[in-house]
């Protein structure tokens, strides 16, 4: 019989006390009693996937030809670009992931202005400063550059019989970029160079006064401002009548650079915000009574046991639902189905030690006996089985990352946690609240308490 009984139900509770202190908050807060500080603060509300909240979802490929080498290196530069793009636009909780050897799969739940989102995915973002002479050129006009196509690195040349302007350089040496207003309310960009960057500007400034130095996003023009002076020191401004949205998109491409390999947008999806909240109701009523049926068996079949069990596996609940809010953990459909499906294997390790400590009453043993047997015989069985369908999830997972499945990564995910969780709940939790309840209860009829 369990020897350290009530350190093990002090634990028990405190785990159970700070799951509740987790699952009934949005924000955790742990204040400093000595200077009213905050010693720990973490974001804890639910992150619920586009099928359950609505949004968009896209399928990005390298828009190249099918024999074009591109490795993987590039993907994975050009998946992390796209995912700070879409983080400074505000959109949360997205997800992107390369998917085989050419392709992104993203995901933007929640998402309000689709169109900001597709239209920062798909431009590569690079920034020219070309030297137009004495021509200025209106905004939206595409132009040609020596500069060579998907590459930052400035070589003058002009091709004969066309007008080709020359870059003085690209946004590779841009440091810091933002959004300002001027006194008129106008807005426009403002950045910073880096060093070698601040020598360029400063020297083609001072030779060209006079002249038009005009900003190029992606071979279109933005704005073709006049050299009025020579500017040193490293900091200037875009202006070009834009909107809030525009100046906000064109910082955001300027901040996170040029994609490694242009991206075509090959399928989209939007998901309304009602549909999601419809599949939301629905899986937690199918959880419920779900969850229902099964604590009523439990109770039913198995008496005292079942009952214990029961408080087990509310515990269980408990603890798996403050722990996907805490790392957090974006729940979908999948991984909802993942979770109460490892919600069986919580009642499966129970069903086999019961089953086990019923034989050992069969045979003779006293409570107390039947009751350590039935664990020690069961472990290697529970053991074997959860270990498996971990191994099973780590496959999962490896394919959805590797195929850009999500649902399949979100089911894995989830049901690789609940496993963990359950095991402990069986054989630490359980055990402990039986132990428990048959010392201060000590029940005598064992047929009709235990179901023998």
């Known amino acids: 019989m369990i020897r350290n009984l009530w350190p093990r139900l002090v634990l028990i509770l405190m785990i159970a006390a700070l799951a509740i202190w987790v699952s009934a908050s949005d924000t955790l807060k742990l204040p400093n009693p000595f200077n009213g500080t905050t010693l720990f603060e973490r974001d804890v509300t639910p992150r619920l996937g586009l099928d359950l909240q609505g949004g968009l979802q896209v399928l990005l490929e390298a828009d190249l030809p099918e024999d074009a080498e591109i490795s993987a290196e590039d993907m994975e530069v050009a998946r992390s ?54 021509t200025p050129l209106e905004k939206g006009t595409i132009i040609k550059t020596d500069l060579a196509e998907g590459s ?34 106008s807005y426009q960009i403002d950045f910073t160079l880096k060093p070698d960057g601040s020598t360029v500007f400063g020297d083609h400034t001072a030779a060209n006064v006079g002249k038009y130095l005009t900003i190029v996003l992606d071979k279109e023009v933005i704005s073709s ?97 403050a722990l996907f809010k805490y790392i957090p953990v974006t729940l979908t459909l999948a991984g909802i189905a993942g979770f109460l499906l490892s919600t069986g294997s919580a009642l499966d390790a129970n069903i086999l030690i019961f089953e086990r400590i019923k034989e050992e009453l069969r045979n003779g043993k006293t409570i107390l006996q039947a009751i350590d047997l039935g664990w020690i015989r069961a472990r290697p069985s529970i053991l074997d089985s959860n270990f498996a369908t971990l191994i099973t999830s780590g496959i999962l997972w490896w394919f959805g990352s590797t195929f850009g499945a999500t649902i399949v990564k979100g089911f894995s995910l989830t049901l690789a946690l609940g496993v963990a969780i359950s095991l402990f ?19 005598k009829n064992l047929e009709k308490w235990f179901g023998i």
Do not use: W
Request: charged fraction near 15%; hydrophobic fraction near 45%.
């Open 425 to 443: 709940t069986a054989i630490f939790v359980t055990r402990t609240l039986l132990a428990l309840v048959i010392k201060y209860f000590q029940p």
């Open 81 to 134: 670009i796209v995912e700070n793009r879409t983080n400074a636009l505000g959109v949360s909780e997205n997800l992107l992931q390369v998917a085989g050897e050419r392709r992104i799969v993203g995901e933007f739940p929640g998402v309000q202005d689709a169109e900001a989102v597709l239209a920062t995915i798909q431009q590569t973002g690079l920034l020219e400063f070309v030297d137009t002479g004495s």
């Open 225 to 321: 401002p006049r050299i009025d002076s020579a500017i040193y020191g490293g900091q200037g401004m875009i202006s070009g009548q834009f909107t809030p949205e525009e100046a906000n998109a064109f910082a955001v491409q300027l901040r996170y650079g040029s994609l490694p390999i242009p991206l075509k947008i090959v399928e989209t999806r939007i998901i309304g915000p009602t549909l999601g909240e419809d599949s939301l109701n629905k899986s937690l009523i199918a959880g419920l009574v779900g969850m229902t049926i099964v604590m009523l068996f439990m109770g039913i079949y198995y008496r005292l046991p079942g009952l214990v069990a029961n408080v087990s596996i509310l515990f269980y609940a408990l603890v798996a639902f």
């Open 152 to 185: 930052e690195t400035v070589t003058a040349g002009v091709t004969e019989g066309e007008i080709i302007y020359h870059t003085v350089m690209t946004g590779r040496e841009v440091q810091t970029v933002g959004v300002s207003q001027d006194q008129l309310g």
